[in-house]
């Protein structure tokens, strides 16, 4: 079983920069691709972004692309996402997201098998 904790969220005026971070309970987290989801209540859990097992590969919505990264950092058993230029429409619950596989749709949310409590983000106009 493995644990993911995410942190790093607030409120943020719009414009503004948040760093997330998601902090695995795994030594192997390298063996393990990571996603960001996020979710507003009522709707689906939409995919954010992803990365796979070297970070060699990354993978965005087309909502945050240009604005926001993903990285890890194995050597902590972290994984983080970079939110820069927030507008007001990304406000929503942030979750990360892991499976220990090579090969996945990033953008599907069943092919993670481990999943944070998440982290609320919200940005104001």
């Known amino acids: 079983q493995v644990h993911l904790v995410e942190s790093g969220g607030g409120l943020v005026q719009a414009g503004a920069s948040l760093s997330l971070s998601c902090a695995a309970s795994t030594r192997t987290f390298s063996n393990y691709v990571v996603g960001w989801f996020r979710q507003v209540p009522g709707n689906e859990r939409e995919f954010v972004a992803a990365i796979n097992w070297s970070g060699t590969n990354t993978y965005y919505a087309d909502s945050v692309e240009g604005r926001f990264t993903i990285s890890r950092d194995d050597a902590r058993n972290a994984a983080y996402l970079q939110m820069d230029n927030l507008h007001a429409e990304d406000t929503a619950t942030y979750y990360c997201?892991?499976?220990?596989?090579?090969?996945?749709?990033?953008?599907?949310?069943?092919?993670?098998?481990?999943w944070g409590q998440g982290t609320q983000v919200t940005g104001s106009a």
């Open positions: 997201a892991a499976n220990d596989v090579r090969l996945w749709t990033p953008a599907n949310k069943e092919s993670y098998e481990y």
